[in-house]
């Protein structure tokens, strides 16, 4: 099975900031990587497929990138709406695992 | 738009059984593969099972392998997850997700005697 390691675990930031998360997989998955967003209380939200490419009606100010065995999501000027936390998932093989989270805090 | 909405959570004894549904509307539903994934209350996402768009193919995470069943039904477009021997463990929110796009809003289930 391939393993996903999410880091940081937790991240704060203030309002305006770009901040960086990585996932990186345990074997080669190419580009099958997806990040999601999830707010308390809610179904998570899907923001990224394909390791670099935007659901419809995400804005570009989140960006994914990376191939492989390492990836990132990048999201920039952070807004009170983006703090939240996200998850990123390999669908190359299955069981189509889950990285552990990143959850970001406001500073 | 496109709509998932799933059924079925409840209270249910370890060892019991409990069926879900996940209606979906406003797309072509026997084009999606479906998945299920659920989530322990505080506690990341955990991937359960998965079926291919014509139900041809099914996937299962080994902690439900053998217990848990996906089955579709492509003229009713509606996703189920049969789950029996249901243990503590199991308690989560399950939510059914098309492809890798779409989630509903998750329904309930808690094991517990």
């Known amino acids: 099975d391939i393993q996903m390691t999410q880091s940081p675990s937790s991240l704060s930031a203030s309002v305006g900031d770009r901040v960086t998360i990585t996932c990186r997989a345990s074997?080669?998955?190419?580009?099958?990587l997806a990040w999601f967003q999830q707010k308390p209380g809610k179904a998570p939200k899907s923001l990224i497929y394909?390791?670099?490419s935007l659901q419809v009606g995400v804005p570009p100010k989140y960006r994914g990138s990376g191939s492989g065995t390492d990836f990132t999501l990048t999201i920039s000027s952070l807004q009170p709406e983006d703090f939240a936390t996200y998850y990123c998932?390999?669908?190359?093989?299955?069981?189509?695992?889950f990285g552990q989270g990143t959850k970001l805090e406001i500073k | 738009q496109v709509q998932l909405v799933e059924s079925g959570g409840g209270v249910v004894q370890p060892g019991g059984s409990l069926r879900l549904s996940c209606a979906a509307s406003?797309?072509?539903?026997?084009?999606?593969?479906m998945h299920w994934v659920r989530q322990t209350p505080g506690k990341g996402l955990e991937w359960v099972a998965f079926?291919?768009?014509?139900?041809?193919?099914?996937y299962y995470a080994d902690s439900v392998k053998g217990r848990f069943t996906i089955s579709r039904d492509n003229s009713k477009n509606t996703l189920s997850l049969q789950m029996n021997s249901l243990r503590s463990e199991d308690t989560a929110v399950y939510f059914c997700?098309?492809?890798?796009?779409?989630w509903g809003q998750g329904t309930l289930v808690t094991v517990s005697s």
């Open positions: 997700r098309r492809a890798v796009d779409y």
């Open positions: 406003g797309f072509t539903f026997s084009s999606y593969g």
């Open positions: 079926i291919q768009y014509d139900g041809s193919n099914k």
């Open positions: 074997q080669d998955i190419s580009n099958f």
């Open positions: 394909a390791a670099s």
């Open positions: 998932q390999q669908y190359y093989s299955f069981p189509h695992s």
